[in-house]
């Protein structure tokens, strides 16, 4: 027998001083039985980084042809497709062709250096995509936040990141790799 997703109801607050984008999300997230609480986590960091109200999370994990969160334009275009981890470069062109805008975050801090050498000199001169790492501070916070109802709230300035409950609060950092 098939294990089945776990769905998280998630009340989101963004407030992206940088972006001068101020709205409150309900999100539905459904986590993989593969994945654990902090790669949903990061998923809901790239959710907050880049809100608008078009922007969904997909099946992720479980479809191959699609990225973790997409936005469509109401032709039906893909205007962004953001991706988590080091995707491969045959995805990222696949990607590249299929959306306006790609951007991916990278997690895990050591092995991204390393898949980021192996990758820059063959993407460098894509406008289309961009490439980042997620950096959490106090990575045994994540499991304090995450719950099957969360209200969150996140601040984005100066490209810094705070991510809040009623109780805890997790500093976030984002370093590009372009």
């Known amino acids: 027998m098939a294990l089945k997703a776990t769905i998280f109801k998630l009340d989101l607050q963004v407030d992206n001083i940088d972006r001068h984008y ?4 309900q999100l539905t997230i459904a986590r993989h039985p593969s994945e654990n609480n902090e ?3 990061y998923r809901i ?6 809100a608008h109200p078009a922007l969904e999370f997909t099946k992720g994990i479980s479809t191959a042809d699609e990225p973790d969160l997409w936005r469509h334009a109401d032709s039906g275009e893909i205007e962004q497709w953001i991706e988590l ?19 991916v975050y990278s997690y895990q801090q050591r092995s991204a250096e390393i898949w980021w050498q192996q990758l820059s000199t063959r993407t460098k001169n894509n406008d289309k995509l961009t490439i980042a790492q997620i950096i959490i501070n106090d990575s045994q916070t994540i499991d304090k936040l995450i719950a099957k109802q969360m209200q969150l709230n996140c601040t984005i300035q100066d490209g810094s990141i705070w991510l809040t409950d009623s109780t805890e609060t997790l500093e976030i950092s984002s370093r590009p790799f372009r």
Do not use: S, T, V, W
């Not at 101020?22 to 999300?25: D, M, V």
């Not at 960091?45 to 880049?50: G, S």
């Open 45 to 50: 960091i790239a959710f907050a980084m880049n």
């Open 39 to 41: 790669r949903m986590l």
């Open 85 to 103: 981890g080091h995707p491969d470069e045959k995805r990222l062109r696949k990607a590249c062709g299929r959306a306006q805008q790609i951007l």
């Open 22 to 25: 101020y709205q409150a999300h």
